[in-house]
C-alpha cells in the first residue's frame, strides 16, 4: 500500500505541469463538456500505458535512438500547429452550452481521444518516462520484482487519472459561470499556447537534427 501511494503522488507530480496535454483537455472541456476533455486525458494515458509496459519489456532504449526522436519532433511541431490554428479558427463553434446541448455538433468523443494521443506522442514527454519513470520502475522491478512493478505503474497512472478528473471538474464547473465569448477567448488563447508548443517542437527537431548530421 505504501508503494501504491507513493506512486500515486509520482503521478500527480507528471501530470501537474502546463503542457500541450493539459491545454487541450482544458480547451475540450470548455468548448464540448467534461466527456471530451477526458477523452484528450485518456489519450495521454493509453501512452502512459505503453511506455509503462515498454519498460517492462525493456524496450525503453529504442527511444533514445536519434533516428527515432528527430521524426517525432517534425511530426508533433505539425499536429500542435495544427490543433493550435484549428482553435483558433473554429473558437465561435462547437460550444456546448450548459445543458449539454451544442450550438454546433461537437467533435466525436474518438477524434478528441485521437488528437489526446497525438499530442502526447513527442520526444520530450517520451524522454521524460524513460529519464524519470523508467529508472524509478526499473528500480522497483530489479528490487522487489514484477508485483511490486506493477503496483507502481498501476499507481502512477491512478495518480494522472485523479489529476485528469481533478482538472476537468474544476473546468466543468468555471465554464458554466463563463460567456460564450469568454469561452471562444480562452479557446484561442489555447490556440495561441499550441502552436507556441509547436515552434518549440520545431526548434528540438533542428537541434536534434543538426547535431545528428554534424
Request: hydrophobic residues 55%; aromatic residues 14%.
Amino acid at each position: 500500500m505504501e508503494i501504491y501511494i507513493k506512486f500515486i503522488l509520482i503521478g500527480l507530480a507528471i501530470a501537474m505541469p502546463v503542457g500541450a496535454i493539459t491545454v487541450e483537455m482544458t480547451k475540450q472541456g470548455l468548448r464540448n463538456g467534461f466527456l471530451h476533455g477526458w477523452a484528450v486525458g485518456l489519450g495521454g494515458m493509453t501512452l502512459d500505458t505503453v511506455l509503462i509496459l515498454a519498460m517492462y519489456f525493456g524496450f525503453a532504449s529504442i527511444l533514445s535512438i536519434p533516428l527515432v526522436q528527430i521524426p517525432l519532433w517534425l511530426a508533433g511541431a505539425g499536429f500542435l500547429a495544427y490543433l493550435g490554428y484549428d482553435s483558433i479558427r473554429n473558437s465561435d463553434l462547437n460550444l456546448a452550452t450548459t445543458d449539454g446541448k451544442a450550438a454546433h455538433a461537437p467533435s466525436s468523443f474518438w477524434r478528441t481521444y485521437r488528437n489526446g494521443l497525438l499530442v502526447a506522442i513527442s520526444p520530450g514527454n517520451l524522454m521524460f518516462w524513460v529519464s524519470v519513470f523508467g529508472v524509478v520502475l526499473s528500480d522497483s522491478y530489479q528490487s522487489a520484482g514484477k508485483l511490486s512493478f506493477i503496483i507502481a505503474a498501476v499507481g502512477i497512472l491512478c495518480g494522472i487519472l485523479l489529476h485528469d478528473l481533478g482538472l476537468l471538474t474544476i473546468v466543468s464547473i468555471t465554464r458554466k459561470m463563463m460567456s460564450a465569448k469568454m469561452v471562444q477567448l480562452v479557446s484561442s488563447l489555447a490556440g495561441v499556447l499550441l502552436i507556441g508548443f509547436s515552434f518549440y517542437f520545431l526548434y528540438k527537431f533542428m537541434t536534434a537534427l543538426w547535431q545528428y548530421i554534424f
